[in-house]
């Protein structure tokens, strides 16, 4: 049965379907005319077997029925119905004499068709046989970009990204940047720091602003005891994007404490709370810094849970309150304890998922770079 949220599908068609009808009408083509109807019927009756078989015989009569074999095949790969899809649009694709621009627009369709399906190798073979000239080429490398992230090739992805960031005239710095970070890490799980290393650079040369790469490069620094260099890295990764402060703060705090450089973290943070005023995050770090040096933890607070509360901030103060052992001020710590254990830490700003960890490409809508840590705000 077709699914009600795709029934609006039926109008267009139906629409293109009456004016194939008229055409041949005006043309005499009874043939066609009998076959466009039993089109229009099956689909009515949910037979989609002689909807395509009926569909099938007009298109030889009318060319512009073509089109409609390919939105019927996009209907049912969006329904699961891959082999229907692959049939149809192989079909298409067998005519004799199809323009080049549907012959391409065929090809992508298809393509789709063997992503859907996990037949990587033939939706590769069918996308880099399109010409470099086709108005299609655009889509057909957005495809071919979708496959070689499916199938971890980044080489061939940054290739990609390249050629179509010189067909459409748009950047396409930042993706790219994502792709050496990938083969970052794949080097560094195989022990190749320097290949790391020289892979992070290269994203930093594509995109200087990608902060996936300063912490990566970071967290190489560290594991080779390099502190002053992990130091730097740090400051670059919160200067690039404040979101992430709250992953930064804790490992700027051990490296700085490595060196022997209180000094520095205490520097950090000033310029943290100068450069994210709206952020509640640096003024947390510093109460949790000061508590750690026996400074004056409530007085802090009080001021900047005023102007910035929080969750964690209340507890903060309620850790260091003289009534702290009171049965009710227990309670109310474990509640926002057990509220901030249950709350979502990141964000996708692309489609508004909230998973537990970050990833650097959105599980659900698959953009890179969309997801980081969520601010919180009473």
């Known amino acids: 049965m077709f699914e009600?949220?795709?029934?609006?599908?039926?109008?267009?068609?139906?629409?293109?379907?009456?004016?194939?009808?008229?055409?041949?009408?005006?043309?005499?083509?009874?043939?066609?005319?009998?076959?466009?109807l039993a089109g229009l019927s099956s689909l009515a009756n949910d037979n989609a077997d002689q909807a395509i078989d009926a569909l099938s015989r007009a298109a030889d009569a009318e060319p512009a029925a073509v089109e409609l074999q390919l939105t019927l095949g996009g209907l049912f790969r969006k329904r699961g119905e891959i082999d229907r899809a692959i049939r149809l649009h192989e079909a298409v694709l067998a005519r004799d004499g199809l323009p080049q621009k549907t012959a391409d627009a065929a090809r992508i369709e298809l393509a789709q068709d063997f992503l859907k399906a996990g037949l990587l190798d033939r939706a590769e073979?069918?996308?880099?046989?399109?010409?470099?000239?086709?108005?299609?080429?655009?889509?057909?490398?957005?495809l071919l970009l979708d496959l070689y992230e499916q199938a971890r090739d980044w080489p061939q992805a940054i290739d990609t990204a390249r050629r179509l960031q010189a067909v459409k005239g748009q950047s396409a710095a930042p993706r790219i940047a994502q792709y050496w970070c990938e083969l970052a890490d794949n080097a560094r799980v195989g022990g190749d720091a320097a290949a790391a290393q020289q892979a992070l650079g290269k994203a930093l040369d594509e995109n200087p602003e990608c902060v996936r790469a300063s912490l990566a490069q970071a967290g190489l620094a560290e594991a080779a005891k390099d502190w002053a260099g992990a130091v730097k890295a740090y400051w670059r990764a919160m200067q690039q994007d404040g979101r992430y402060?709250?992953?930064?703060?804790?490992?700027?705090?051990?490296?700085?404490?490595?060196?022997?450089?209180?000094?520095?973290?205490?520097?950090?943070?000033?310029?943290?709370?100068?450069?994210?005023?709206?952020?509640?995050?640096?003024?947390?770090?510093?109460?949790?810094?000061?508590?750690?040096?026996?400074?004056?933890?409530?007085?802090?607070?009080?001021?900047?849970?005023?102007?910035?509360?929080?969750?964690?901030?209340?507890?903060?103060?309620?850790?260091?309150?003289?009534?702290?052992?009171?049965?009710?001020?227990?309670?109310?710590?474990?509640?926002?304890?057990?509220?901030?254990?249950?709350?979502?830490?990141?964000?996708?700003?692309?489609?508004?998922?909230?998973?537990?960890?970050?990833?650097?490409?959105?599980?659900?809508?698959?953009?890179?770079?969309?997801?980081?840590?969520?601010?919180?705000?009473?």
């Open 245 to 378: 402060f709250a992953e930064v703060a804790p490992a700027m705090e051990r490296c700085c404490k490595e060196l022997g450089d209180q000094r520095e973290y205490e520097r950090f943070l000033a310029e943290a709370e100068n450069s994210l005023a709206a952020s509640a995050a640096p003024s947390l770090a510093r109460a949790r810094w000061l508590r750690a040096q026996g400074g004056d933890v409530r007085g802090y607070l009080g001021d900047h849970l005023a102007r910035k509360p929080s969750r964690e901030g209340m507890l903060l103060w309620l850790e260091t309150a003289d009534a702290v052992a009171l049965p009710w001020v227990q309670t109310l710590g474990e509640s926002l304890k057990k509220s901030l254990a249950a709350r979502p830490r990141y964000a996708c700003s692309s489609c508004g998922l909230q998973p537990s960890m970050l990833f650097w490409q959105c599980p659900r809508c698959r953009q890179w770079g969309t997801v980081a840590p969520m601010e919180e705000r009473l």
């Open 125 to 142: 073979s069918l996308l880099q046989g399109m010409e470099g000239s086709s108005p299609q080429l655009a889509g057909a490398l957005e």
């Open 4 to 36: 009600n949220s795709l029934a609006w599908l039926l109008l267009p068609l139906g629409m293109a379907l009456g004016w194939a009808l008229a055409r041949n009408r005006a043309a005499g083509g009874g043939a066609s005319r009998e076959d466009t």
